[in-house]
């Protein structure tokens, strides 16, 4: 069973920047996509980004330019780096990956991100 854990979430004043990691473990060879979404207070989870095994990424327009998806399949970590933080980015970010053998996506805990002045 794979578990994800997310860190690197906190308060940044808007204009800032974070960067989200997510550790994976047990039974990774199972892990095929990787990205993350969140959720706002009020509102549906939503997509942020996501990254294939080979790197091929996909971003939600709110984050396109500001936003970086990437991974270490070596190490079993995905990363967020988040640059030019509005107050619109508060939300709980959540890691998600999916399984490669059966339509199953594993979540983390998520990690609060909040941006305010």
């Known amino acids: 069973q794979v578990q994800l854990v997310e860190s690197g979430g906190g308060l940044v004043q808007p204009g800032g920047s974070l960067r989200l990691s997510c550790a994976a473990s047990?039974?990774?060879?199972?892990?095929?996509?990787m990205g993350w979404y969140r959720q706002a207070p009020g509102k549906q989870r939503e997509l942020v980004a996501t990254?294939?095994?080979?790197?091929?990424?996909n971003y939600a327009d709110s984050v396109k330019g500001r936003f970086t998806v990437s991974r270490d399949n070596a190490n079993n970590a995905l990363y967020l780096q988040m640059n030019t933080l509005k107050p619109e980015d508060t939300a709980v970010y959540y890691c998600?990956?999916?399984?490669?053998?059966?339509?199953?996506?594993?979540w983390g805990q998520g990690t609060q991100v909040t941006v305010s002045s």
């Open positions: 990254i294939t095994r080979r790197s091929t990424t």
């Open positions: 047990g039974g990774t060879f199972r892990i095929n996509a």
């Open positions: 998600y990956a999916n399984d490669a053998y059966r339509p199953f996506d594993y």
